[in-house]
């Protein structure tokens, strides 16, 4: 489900993206539309969804806990 307030952004990205690809232009954004960007990440002992608050703080997607110790992005 997405947000209403994100609603806007989404649509003005697609839109943009389908009348770039009718003219035969790639468009780039510079910024993802979306708010929080997930990634499988790696802690001691732990693997697990997570995103980072505006603090910068690793959390857990479903929990929203912080998560303990250094985190390394998995590619």
């Excluded at 770039?20 to 708010?35: D, T």
């Amino acid at each position: 489900m997405i947000a209403h307030s994100t609603m806007g952004k989404c649509r003005g990205a697609i839109t943009r993206l389908i009348a770039g690809h009718k003219a035969g232009v790639m468009v780039k954004e510079a910024a993802s539309p979306f708010l929080v960007e997930f990634f499988m990440v790696q802690g001691a002992g732990f693997q697990c969804m997570a995103y980072r608050n505006s603090d910068g703080k690793w959390r857990g997607a479903f929990d929203n806990r912080e998560l303990p110790g250094a985190i390394r992005v998995l590619g």
